[in-house]
């Protein structure tokens, strides 16, 4: 897979702040993006980011609160300025459909390629709900105060690479190397023969970005998610704000780590912060005390899958 990565556009909740965006955040694997979350300003931050709109090929929408939904008619209005032809996927609740239908009647707006709308109620959590021959993407129940799911993004078809140490314990020359990656078998000066299946190391495990914004703390995701390289879930209150965050199903940062520890994922991101809070340092401190490998979401914050699995050996 030549890459895969998260970058954060949005951390905040409800309420923007001069440094916290709603949320959204762009899944990129194999230089094809996928929007998890729009909320308001997102298409700016596309911009900004010089992220080709071309190459968005679906949108997945957690729950249709405006944080998380109201950038959708803009930025698909204006992939009709940019006269995209080719068709959107975009995985959401049913209601979304509603709204759109409205927005374009009434805004006299027409799009000039087919969007492809997929209700996630249609789906049980844990179901695939994309799939490409690289990775495919899952379901995860959430539970916040409206219909919410996660999803999981997670390798496929993850073949096992040539190895080497085991070519060379082999007495097998280098320049037989690109014929065995190539899957040919080979005849040695001596007579062996060596086949590509000889040369093969283990398949690494697959890489998995699981993101769980916004939801209570939730013990029965822990099987969805578990072993994940790197996990995003929202830490919306500081756990002395506990009360508050069971009344709107919302989670604190020491809830967000002690799911993070219970799922063994490998990286822990915390996000979607109330206005409240100006300073996050508290988050972190809070987190750590419960799972080391932690980091705070902030907007522009590119995380790339390969470098946390190596930066974990
Ligand atoms: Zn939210």
């Known amino acids: 897979m030549s890459n895969f990565e998260v970058r954060i556009f949005g951390t905040g909740s409800a309420i923007p702040t001069n440094s916290r965006l709603p949320s959204s955040q762009i899944v990129t694997i ?13 298409q700016i931050q596309l911009i900004r980011n010089r992220i080709k709109f071309s190459r968005l090929d679906a949108i997945f929408i957690s729950h249709m609160h405006g944080d998380h939904v109201l950038g959708v008619p803009g930025l698909l209005n204006s992939l ?29 707006s027409y799009l000039t390629y ?19 021959d690289k990775f495919e993407v899952s379901s995860l129940p959430l539970e916040h105060r409206v219909f919410c799911r996660g999803f999981l993004f997670r390798e496929v078809n993850k073949k096992p690479k040539f190895d080497f140490y085991k070519a060379k314990a082999l007495g097998v020359p280098n320049n037989y190397f690109k014929l065995l990656k190539q899957g040919n078998t080979i005849q040695l000066a001596d007579g062996r023969e ?26 029965k995701l822990v099987p969805y998610i578990k072993r994940s390289m790197l996990l995003y879930h929202e830490s919306t209150f500081l756990h002395d704000m506990k009360s508050r965050a069971d009344e709107t199903y919302h989670s604190t940062a020491k809830e967000a780590a002690t799911l993070a520890k219970m799922a063994e994922v490998k990286h822990l991101l915390l996000g979607h912060f109330s206005a409240r809070y100006r300073d996050l340092t508290p988050f972190m401190e809070e987190a750590k005390e419960i799972f080391s490998n932690v980091q705070i979401a902030r907007e522009g914050q590119v995380l790339k899958l390969k470098e946390l699995t190596e930066s974990n050996e």
């Open 194 to 219: 060596i086949l590509p299946d000889m040369v093969l190391g283990e398949a690494e495990p697959p890489m998995s970005y699981a993101y769980c914004s916004d939801t209570r703390f939730v013990e």
């Open 30 to 42: 194999n230089d094809r993006h996928y929007l998890v979350d729009c909320g308001e300003g997102t």
């Open 114 to 132: 087919e969007l492809e709308f997929f209700p996630l109620e249609d789906y049980k959590p844990g179901a695939v709900i994309y799939k490409t």
């Open 80 to 108: 009709s300025m940019y006269e995209r032809t080719h068709p959107l996927k975009i995985f959401a609740p049913a209601g979304l459909k509603d709204v759109l239908d409205v927005i374009f009647a009434q805004t006299h």
